[in-house]
């Protein structure tokens, strides 16, 4: 099993960047695949970004690509989530996950972390 821990959130202005990290325990996250997922206020849960733990390939949702960057650190064992040239849309607790294939596409696994708040004034 694999424990993940969310961190990095906070205040950051329209167009301005920011740098969460998910730090992992239990196993390492050059074996597994992650993925980062945000909520906003009254809405869905919903896919931002994820790296392959095979490979290293990224994904990313249309509306992050070109801003965000998910990225993955062996020796620190983390995966990072870049993001700039933020929107005040991008507003939401952000979290991490371990994703596993399921019949047709990946799924994040059913256990959540607290998140971390991202708030961006605009």
């Known amino acids: 099993q694999v424990q993940l821990v969310e961190s990095g959130g906070g205040l950051v202005q329209t167009g301005g960047s920011l740098r969460l990290s998910c730090a992992a325990s239990?196993?390492?996250?050059?074996?597994?695949?992650v993925g980062w997922f945000r909520q906003a206020p009254g809405k869905e849960r919903e896919f931002v970004a994820r790296?392959?733990?095979?490979?290293?390939?990224?994904a990313y949702a249309d509306f992050v690509k070109g801003r965000f960057t998910i990225s993955r650190d062996n020796a620190q064992n983390m995966v990072n989530l870049y993001m700039a040239n933020r929107k005040p849309e991008d507003t939401a607790v952000y979290y991490c996950?371990?994703?596993?294939?399921?019949?047709?596409?990946?799924?994040?696994?059913?256990?959540w972390g607290q998140g971390t708040q991202v708030t961006v004034s605009s």
């Open positions: 996950n371990t994703m596993v294939l399921g019949t047709t596409a990946w799924v994040p696994s059913s256990s």
């Open positions: 239990g196993r390492p996250v050059r074996v597994v695949t």
């Open positions: 790296i392959f733990g095979t490979g290293g390939t990224a």
